[in-house]
C-alpha cells in the first residue's frame, strides 16, 4: 500500500484511464475524490468553466482533509489538419487540455505547499513529445502539459511538490474507439490492427497507464520532478 493516507484528486474521473487512475491509487491506500462532466463520481463539472477550475483543489481538499496528489487526467481530442479547425475546436482543445490543468495546478499549489508537499501528474501524450500527423490542436495542446509539467516540476520542488507527466501512446479507451466509429472503421477490428504496429503486440490498456500514474505519486518517485514519462510499448511516434 504505497500510497496509504494519501488524499488525490483525478480529472477525467470517468474516463477509460481516469477509471483506471482512481482504481489504482484507492488499491494503494489513497482516499480519492473523482470529478468529471458526467458519470459516478464525486464532484461533477465542467473544466471549461473557469471558477470550477479554480475552486476544485479547495473543494477536494475540504472532502479529503487536504491534497497530497493531483492527476489532470481529463482532456479531449480534436482531429484533422488545421484549415479545417473551427473556433470552437481551438477553444475547447485549449480551455479543456491547457487552461484548466494551468488553473487547477495553480490552486494546488498552495495548498500542497502548506501541508508540506505533494505529487502532480499531468496526463501529456507521447504526440506532446514527438508531433503526430493531422492533429496539431491536440499535439499543440500536449506540448503545453509537457512544457507547463517541465516548468513546473523544476519551480516547485522546493516546495516539495514533484510534478511530473505520462506521456501514452495509444490506450483502448472511449477517446480511441469513438475516433475509430467516426472515421466508418469498426473499433474492435481496428484494435486487433493497431495492436500489430506495437513492439510489445498491443496497444496499452488504462491500466497501463494508470500503474505509471501510481509510481509518479508515490515515494517511489521521490526524486523525479518535471519527467515526461513516454509510456508506449516501444512504439515510436510515427
Ligand atoms: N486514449 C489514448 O489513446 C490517449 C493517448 C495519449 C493521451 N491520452 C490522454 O489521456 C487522458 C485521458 O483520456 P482517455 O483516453 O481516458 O479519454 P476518455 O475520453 O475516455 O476520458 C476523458 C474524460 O475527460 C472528461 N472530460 C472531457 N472534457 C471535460 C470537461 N469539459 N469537463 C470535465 N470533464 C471533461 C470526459 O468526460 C471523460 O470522462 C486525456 O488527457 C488524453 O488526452 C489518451
Not at 462532466?37 to 479547495?58: H, Q
Not at 484549415?83 to 482543445?93: F, G
Not at 516548468?151 to 475509430?180: S, Y
Not at 474492435?188 to 494508470?210: F, M, N, S
Amino acid at each position: 500500500m504505497k500510497l496509504e493516507g494519501r488524499k488525490a484528486l483525478v480529472t477525467g474521473a470517468s474516463g477509460g484511464i481516469g477509471q483506471a487512475i482512481v482504481a489504482r491509487l484507492r488499491a494503494e491506500g489513497a482516499t480519492v475524490v473523482g470529478t468529471d462532466r458526467e458519470g459516478a463520481v464525486d464532484i461533477i463539472g465542467d473544466l471549461t468553466e473557469r471558477d470550477f477550475c479554480d475552486t476544485l483543489p479547495a473543494r477536494a481538499a475540504e472532502i479529503l482533509g487536504g491534497l497530497d496528489i493531483l492527476a489532470n487526467n481529463a482532456g479531449i481530442i480534436t482531429r484533422g489538419k488545421i484549415t479545417e479547425a473551427t473556433d470552437t475546436d481551438l477553444a475547447r482543445t485549449l480551455a479543456i487540455n491547457v487552461e484548466a490543468p494551468v488553473r487547477i495546478c495553480r490552486a494546488t499549489i498552495p495548498i500542497m505547499a502548506a501541508g508540506g508537499g505533494g505529487a502532480i501528474i499531468n496526463t501529456a501524450s507521447c504526440w506532446g513529445v514527438h508531433p503526430g500527423p493531422d492533429h496539431p490542436l491536440y499535439v499543440m495542446s500536449k506540448a503545453a502539459v509537457a512544457s507547463l509539467t517541465q516548468c513546473l516540476g523544476r519551480d516547485h520542488a522546493h516546495q516539495g511538490i514533484r510534478v511530473n507527466a505520462v506521456c501514452p501512446n495509444e490506450v483502448d479507451t472511449p477517446m480511441l474507439r469513438t475516433g475509430f466509429a467516426i472515421r466508418g472503421f469498426d473499433p474492435e477490428t481496428a484494435i486487433t490492427d493497431l495492436d500489430q504496429t506495437v513492439p510489445l503486440g498491443r496497444i496499452a490498456k488504462p491500466e497501463d497507464i494508470a500503474d505509471v500514474v501510481a509510481f509518479l505519486a508515490s515515494d517511489d518517485a521521490r526524486y523525479m520532478c518535471g519527467a515526461l514519462l513516454e509510456v508506449n510499448g516501444g512504439k515510436p511516434v510515427g
